[in-house]
């Protein structure tokens, strides 16, 4: 008898709803995840104070652990901390930083992981990477899914609504990357797993056609679900081609070549997508991402984020080399840069218009 499903990574638990956070303990508890309360709670130093001050009464056997930064180090430091004390898991409680560095110390340690994100920026809350600064800059390290996954809209609504309008860029930003994924799969070749792109596309295309706003309970529940289906499509897939293509190329460039300065993930993906869009002419989809950023505040110019025309042209010329390996619409195209400048002078010029 062939097997004819296979078994899909993915947290046993997904809340997202007003109030989630209040009843975490229970959560945990009837999931049997931590039935006992041994807890192990990495949180940031300034936000995550106020709410260890709300969540210490109801969860008496956690035990607390500021984190500094989102730095391999910070991760290494949080396993060494919570090694051979117990623990049912590690509750990463925070954002995109709090919650990488709790992955990695959870996987080192070989507990299961909680993820109970205070703001949407971008899809890494329930993916299986965990992205770390290390000297050489940045790097992505492979992690198990989390067990659970809470995101409490109350807290989400506290964040600067720049954090949402970021998480809104990324997932936008899974439409261009499938588009990428399916160019080198007629090109070179490479397999695309149909689910994985499915999952990631039909999570884009959720957040692109909502009529909400950042405002709108609606809204953010259906942005908080497509960020945990892209986690999850990347565990499907094994890596993170569903929602990773030239738009995350030209953002991981920026990073590189202008550190310090660079804007949040979403933002730079955001523009990365749609200018992606633009170069493999699908110009009509590249016009629906920028009315769709420009509707939620989102930037869709480099100038927008800080960036002169010279500095972006340079990061899309630079873009390929921050993926080795990885075939997208700028290698497929192979640009040089006064091809760049004027693909990017029509490309404003028609938003513009």
């Not at 007003?18 to 975490?24: I, K, V």
């Not at 039935?35 to 607390?64: C, F, M, N, T, Y």
């Not at 930064?69 to 954002?95: E, F, H, N, Q, W």
């Amino acid at each position: 008898m062939p097997v004819l499903t296979r078994l899909i990574p993915s947290p046993v638990v997904v809340d997202i709803s007003r109030g989630a956070m209040d009843d975490l303990a229970g959560l945990l508890a009837d999931q049997r995840i931590s039935a006992s309360g041994k807890l192990a709670i990495a949180i940031s130093g300034g936000s995550g104070q106020v709410l260890r001050a709300k969540l210490e009464p109801v969860l008496p056997h956690a035990d607390w652990y500021p984190v500094v930064d989102g730095t391999i180090d910070s991760a290494v430091k949080l396993a060494d901390d919570i090694k051979g004390r117990r623990y049912d898991a590690v509750v990463g409680l925070g954002g995109g930083k709090i919650i990488d560095v709790a992955k990695y110390a959870a996987a080192r340690v070989g507990l299961p992981m909680v993820a109970v994100a205070t703001n949407l920026a971008h899809d890494g809350i329930c993916s299986p990477v965990a992205t770390l600064d290390n000297d050489n800059g940045r790097g992505s390290y492979g992690v198990p899914t989390p067990i659970a996954m809470v995101i409490d809209l109350d807290v989400i609504r506290e964040a600067p609504v720049r954090f949402v309008r970021s998480g809104i860029g990324d997932a936008l930003s899974n439409i261009s990357a499938i588009a990428d994924w399916e160019l080198s799969h007629k090109i070179t070749g490479e397999p695309v797993d149909g689910l994985a792109a499915a999952m990631a596309r039909t999570a884009g295309e959720a957040v692109l056609r909502h009529p909400g706003g950042c405002g709108d309970d609606d809204f953010l529940t259906v942005l908080s679900e497509s960020l945990v289906l892209t986690g999850i499509a990347m565990s499907i897939s094994g890596d993170t081609r569903p929602a990773s293509g030239a738009c995350h190329e030209i953002s991981h460039a920026f990073d590189l070549l202008y550190p310090g300065r660079s804007a949040l993930h979403g933002e730079q993906v955001g523009i990365g997508a749609a200018f992606a869009m633009y170069l493999r002419g699908a110009k009509e989809q590249s016009g629906l991402f920028v009315e769709s950023m420009r509707g939620h505040g989102l930037p869709v110019l480099p100038a927008e984020i800080g960036f002169s025309v010279d500095e972006f042209v340079a990061a899309v010329e630079y873009a390929p080399q921050t993926r080795p390996g990885r075939f997208t619409i700028l290698e497929h195209l192979n640009l040089s840069a006064v091809e760049i400048r004027d693909a990017y002078a029509d490309y404003a010029k028609t938003i513009r218009s």
